[in-house]
């Protein structure tokens, strides 16, 4: 599995946004950029993913460099309940490895002050 | 919302007595997995399983751990014989398959393992 890179740690303020960097400059034309999260005592959560293009959701947006060898996931206003340790993933595409395996690393602990 | 839901909370064992794990996959998945969270590491993947075989094994998952679908609705993780390095949260997770891009993976809520 191709390797990402993440800082270790990121302090927030309340309500404001927050951008987590990732970068993944060993990324292959078919890896997806996947991000999940895990809360305090809680197992991961899946937030987001994307392949080439920007995505949106709900949770966060994705932005993806356009040569992909980087990634930052936006949190738009962070909450309290947003502090956890944020997870970006490299995957294959389905059809590639057909099992969907996650590969954690370290991950960003972001750190929510009120 | 479905969710996945594993039991119980909370195991404690000792070493080398055998501990099922239990989790009740979202009922339309079709892959199932095991991952451990040794307490301040990372998520270690151990073994994913699809159409009743093991489709994936780390090299954690040796011939101490099995696991089974007994039943078509749960997913048991089985630990013949415990460590102390056994020790750790265990999460269970089912993502759906198919064509479509979309390979969410849900997780449990986790069993902590306690070996004394």
């Known amino acids: 599995d191709a390797k990402t890179t993440q800082p270790n740690s990121m302090e927030s303020n309340e309500e404001e946004p927050v951008h987590l960097p990732c970068n993944h400059s060993?990324?292959?034309?078919?890896?997806?950029i996947h991000w999940y999260r895990q809360l305090p005592s809680q197992g991961p959560e899946y937030v987001i993913h994307?392949?080439?293009s920007n995505v949106n959701n709900r949770m966060a947006s994705l932005a993806i460099a356009e040569d992909r060898k980087s990634s930052t996931l936006i949190l738009h206003r962070a909450t309290l309940r947003d502090a956890a340790v944020y997870y970006c993933?490299?995957?294959?595409?389905?059809?590639?490895?057909?099992?969907?395996?996650?590969?954690f690393g370290t991950g960003t602990r972001l750190t929510v002050i009120p | 919302e479905p969710e996945v839901t594993q039991t119980p909370s909370h195991q404690v064992t000792q070493m080398g007595q055998e501990v099922i794990l239990r989790c009740v996959p979202i009922?339309?998945?079709?892959?199932f997995y095991w991952y451990r969270q040794i307490l301040g590491q990372k998520v270690e993947f151990l073994v994913s399983?699809?159409?009743?075989?093991?489709?994936?094994k780390s090299e954690i998952f040796d011939d101490q751990f099995s696991v089974e679908r007994p039943d078509g609705s749960n997913f048991t993780l089985k630990i013949r014989s415990t460590k102390l390095e056994d020790s750790a949260m265990y999460f269970c997770?089912?993502?759906?398959?198919?064509?479509?891009?979309?390979?969410?993976?849900?997780f449990g809520q986790g069993t902590r393992l306690t070996v004394v």
């Open positions: 997770a089912s993502s759906e398959t198919g064509p479509s891009e979309s390979t969410e993976a849900f």
């Open positions: 060993t990324i292959s034309g078919t890896d997806y």
């Open positions: 994307g392949l080439t």
């Open positions: 993933i490299l995957r294959d595409p389905p059809w590639v490895s057909g099992a969907n395996n996650l590969f």
């Open positions: 009922s339309n998945h079709l892959y």
């Open positions: 399983f699809y159409n009743n075989e093991i489709s994936e």
